[in-house]
């Protein structure tokens, strides 16, 4: 039985560009024959997309302009058969970004959000939708302040990802990380061990789920129900193309099969095939697979 999600996050429209490497050393014009693509994308979308393609019902929240950009985010999403009702056209122009990945998977992210940050959803209006909901997925964006509080205080199930964080006190991401349920982050900028941080973390917040992405070295889970650690390698059977989206599809997939009902760590084990698969295509907003390729995967077929 499908499980139904509410999602509320970025959309955006990413334009993707491969590089020979980094630093890029300048001159005038370069040729990336099929090296620079574009797609609709933004962390809500691409987590939208990927709970779509494992099955679940999704209720998606966001803003975008009334210019062509927006028609394209509209038109994709309804191509994908994700509802567009609580879109609201209100910003001045859609946010944009530019991605510069090279062949090692390194990547480098601009992201002009342009004035989504002043937009706020008004939580009260939104009450019905989060008790009719499974699991409430709020990204850690300005407008879901007051909904990600909201959500917590009505007992519904949130989750959030805060990306590459380097402190346990973070002023922006505080409100997003005293109020999930499940909280996912990268160790691109730890300051320490993942093992120590991510105890810190609980200490501090006291979620029932922490993971931490580790990129090719998989992922560790903080499990407080068991009060256990575990370590999950990365799912190295496809070769990389472009690991833009990675923690997108690992936050999604694993949310996804914990919502089920299945063990954070089974959950996890899942999660990093779905963001192994995933990270093989070129472009945050695709890739993604349904179960039973995770599942023929998982047991080495």
Do not use: W
């Not at 989750?159 to 991401?173: G, L």
């Not at 990129?215 to 799912?235: E, H």
């Amino acid at each position: 039985m499908s499980k139904k999600i509410l999602v509320s996050g970025l959309l955006n429209v990413e334009t993707t560009v491969a590089v020979r490497g980094f630093p890029i050393p300048y001159y005038p014009v370069d040729y990336p024959f099929f090296g620079v693509n574009s797609n609709v994308a933004g962390v809500g979308c691409n987590i939208a997309k990927a709970l779509t393609a494992l099955g679940d019902e999704v209720e998606l929240y966001s803003f975008t302009g009334c210019d062509f950009e927006g028609d394209r985010v509209f038109s994709d999403l309804e191509e994908k058969g994700i509802s567009t009702a609580h879109i609201r056209r209100e910003l001045k122009n859609t946010p944009t970004s530019v991605i510069l990945f090279d062949h090692e998977g390194r990547r480098q992210v601009y992201c002009d959000l342009k004035d989504i940050q002043d937009k706020m959803h008004d939580a009260e209006s939104m009450t019905q939708a989060l008790r009719e909901a499974d699991a409430a997925v709020l990204c850690n964006i300005n407008f879901n302040r007051r909904l990600i509080k909201k959500a917590h205080a009505e007992g519904r199930l949130t989750a959030t990802d805060v990306h590459v964080r380097s402190e346990i006190e973070d002023d922006y991401n505080r409100d997003f990380m005293e109020n999930a349920d499940i909280l996912f982050l990268s160790d691109e900028a730890l300051p320490c061990a993942p093992e120590e941080f991510i105890q810190r973390l609980y200490e501090r917040y006291r979620n029932r789920v922490i993971v931490i992405g580790m990129g090719a070295k998989g992922a560790l889970l903080l499990d407080a129900g068991s009060n256990r650690l575990a370590a999950v390698p990365a799912y190295t059977d496809v070769k990389v193309v472009n690991t833009v989206g990675a923690g997108d599809s690992l936050f999604s997939s694993f949310l996804h099969y914990y919502v089920k009902g299945l063990s954070p760590e089974d959950s996890l084990r899942r999660a990093v095939i779905f963001a192994g698969v995933k990270i093989g295509f070129n472009g945050a907003g695709v890739g993604f697979c349904g179960e039973e390729e995770i599942e023929a995967r998982l047991n080495g077929h």
